[in-house]
């Protein structure tokens, strides 16, 4: 028997009511804004470039494992293409050879190239690998020298109207995909390193060459018809008055990108340089994001707001001008 005014359990409870909170319900939130983005980009080939702060940190290399491990999982198929800068300088500093640098690449000596080949297949890569296999048999190491699938010739800079020689810095001239698109088929994701083979046939030696991590990221995405290229920085995104000001262009077109080439920073040059040979070769969309946000990889593909730039290939208005 109930006293007057007393309500039963049953009556009050927050079952009953409707009102009971749900903790995990922004996680579901969360999910469904992924949705679209999910459809879209499912079964779609996602080259990102790994490099700066993201490859020294453990917790930005940690998260960026499970970011493309989770791309994987998620019905896209991605590739790596990595470069090594902090480690190849440190293994040079250890063995008392300097480190140079010309608009914005390694001057690459014999012996540098040594040491490039050793740190970028030795032990950057077995790291990534390693990581990515955390979470399923996944990841897959190889060079662009494998397969023959990466091509170079010499790579001369200009600095003030001057060809300055790179030593053993490379320019790809081809790119066969037959073995990165077998991994993928496969379910796998192969993790690049970049180094290139010489395309010069009399090449006995079977020299090899040093190549922008930028540069073979955007070379491969293209090949592979890939529909984004990402760029992992040091900084927010492409400035839009650096550096009188840090506000970040969010899109532009390539013609928009071209334009601003000559404006920018030598560090920035081979990375936005890479965004527009992709896009203007097939890549659908070239996004330079900043590495040492964690899951950017994630924020950028599956959420409304993204972050960083987005480089678009021209309107057909803008490529007839």
């Known amino acids: 028997m109930s006293l007057p005014g007393a309500t039963t359990p049953a009556a009050t409870s927050p079952a009953a009511t409707g009102t009971r909170k749900h903790t995990a319900l922004p996680k579901a939130r969360t999910l469904i804004e992924a949705l679209p983005w999910l459809t879209r980009h499912h079964g779609k080939t996602v080259v990102i470039k790994f490099g700066g702060n993201a490859m020294v940190d453990e917790e930005l290399k940690s998260a960026f494992a499970q970011d493309v491990a989770f791309l994987r999982h998620a019905g896209l198929r991605p590739v790596v293409v990595h470069g090594g800068g ?6 040079l500093e250890r063995l ?13 000596s014999p012996e540098a190239m040594d040491v490039v080949r050793m740190v970028l297949a030795g032990q950057v890569q077995r790291e990534l690998v390693g990581l990515l296999n955390r979470h399923g048999p996944l990841a897959v190491g190889m060079t662009g020298e494998d397969a023959h699938t990466m091509t170079a010739t010499k790579h001369y800079a200009e600095i003030d109207g001057e060809r300055v020689d790179l030593g053993r810095v490379g320019e790809i001239t081809h790119v066969d995909t037959g073995a990165v698109q077998a991994l993928l088929d496969d379910g796998r994701i192969p993790v690049i390193s970049s180094i290139a083979r010489s395309a010069d046939a009399a090449d006995v030696e079977g020299h090899v060459f040093n190549v922008n991590a930028d540069t073979a990221a955007a070379a491969l995405a293209a090949a592979l018809g890939a529909e984004t290229l990402m760029v992992l920085t040091d900084v927010e995104g492409l400035y839009e008055d650096w550096p009188r000001s840090d506000e970040v262009i969010s899109r532009l077109t390539a013609s928009e990108l071209e334009r601003l080439l000559p404006e920018l920073t030598s560090g920035m040059v081979p990375k936005m340089e ?9 890549v659908t969309t070239a996004r330079v994001i900043d590495g040492r946000v964690q899951h950017s990889i994630l924020l ?19 490529r007839e001008a």
């Open 96 to 108: 008392g050879l300097a480190s140079e640098f010309k608009a914005g690449l390694r001057v690459t």
């Open 300 to 318: 950028e593909i599956f959420t409304d707001e993204g972050i960083g730039t987005m480089v678009v290939p021209d309107e057909p208005q803008e």
């Open 274 to 282: 890479g965004c527009l040979h992709a896009v203007r070769n097939g």
């Open 86 to 91: 902090p480690q190849i300088s440190a293994q």
